[in-house]
Antibody, heavy 120, light 107 residues
Framework: DVKLVESGGGLVKLGGSLKLSCAAS????????MSWVRQTPEKRLELVAA????????YYPDTVKGRFTISRDNAKNTLYLQMSSLKSEDTALYYC?????????????WGAGTTVTVSS | DIQMTQSPASLSVSVGETVTITCRAS??????LAWYQQKQGKSPQLLVY???NLADGVPSRFSGSGSGTQYSLKINSLQSEDFGSYYC?????????FGGGTKLEIK
């Protein structure tokens, strides 16, 4: 079965840091672009980071650029998201998602998510 | 950034009815559009990609249409398992953005 399992979420103070992990199984991880998508408490969905199949190219929207870093370890079939200088608006459910094969920008597999809560 | 506007925001319907959800992009996205279903407490699941292509395992009562800036998701003969929230998303260049969602509730 194709599966993505996120971990590493939790409660963190304003300005703090957190690292999320996503363990992939059931498919050739190194062949796919991967992303992190978050869902706010208001249920809005937002792409926060994306990475190509070999890790050589990344994308961040302006809302997290300079604060979040996406990376991957293809030998361990694992995706990461390092988050720093966290703000209250970063509070969300963070999903790891696989992009469609061939670098299409839709997300065909999602994990169950891990919750990040930023408090003062 | 391309803005995605979904309507309606919520819909109350009965089992067996047909519903249509629409999504309007702020500029031409050349059919680079996906639809997702999200049930309460679960992650989004891909329904349709490239505006009209059903994802694997999606029942044929779902269909996607549209072009340019206007797209639709149609659900024929609603089943009880179809209730939940639906989101559109464009993938015509980053940042990929999502619509605000449509909540489909049982009447």
């Amino acid at each position: 079965d194709v599966k993505l399992v996120e971990s590493g979420g939790g409660l963190v103070k304003l300005g703090g840091s957190l690292k999320l992990s996503c363990a992939a199984s059931g498919f050739t991880f190194s062949s796919y672009y991967m992303s992190w998508v978050r869902q706010t408490p208001e249920k809005r969905l937002e792409l926060v980071a994306a990475i190509n199949s070999n890790g050589g190219s990344t994308y961040y929207p302006d809302t997290v650029k300079g604060r979040f870093t996406i990376s991957r370890d293809n030998a361990k079939n694992t995706l990461y998201l390092q988050m720093s200088s966290l703000k209250s608006e970063d509070t969300a459910l963070y999903y790891c998602a696989r992009q469609g094969y061939g670098n299409y920008g839709y997300f065909d597999v999602w994990g169950a998510g891990t919750t990040v809560t930023v408090s003062s | 950034d391309i803005q995605m506007t979904q309507s309606p925001a919520s819909l109350s319907v009965s089992v067996g009815e047909t519903v249509t959800i629409t999504c309007r992009a702020s500029e031409n996205i050349y059919s680079n559009l996906a639809w997702y279903q999200q049930k309460q407490g679960k992650s989004p699941q891909l329904l349709v990609y490239a505006a009209t292509n059903l994802a694997d395992g999606v029942p044929s009562r779902f269909s996607g249409s549209g072009s340019g800036t206007q797209y639709s998701l149609k659900i024929n003969s609603l089943q009880s398992e179809d209730f939940g929230s639906y989101y559109c998303q464009h993938f015509w260049g980053t940042p990929y953005t999502f619509g605000g969602g449509t909540k489909l509730e049982i009447k």
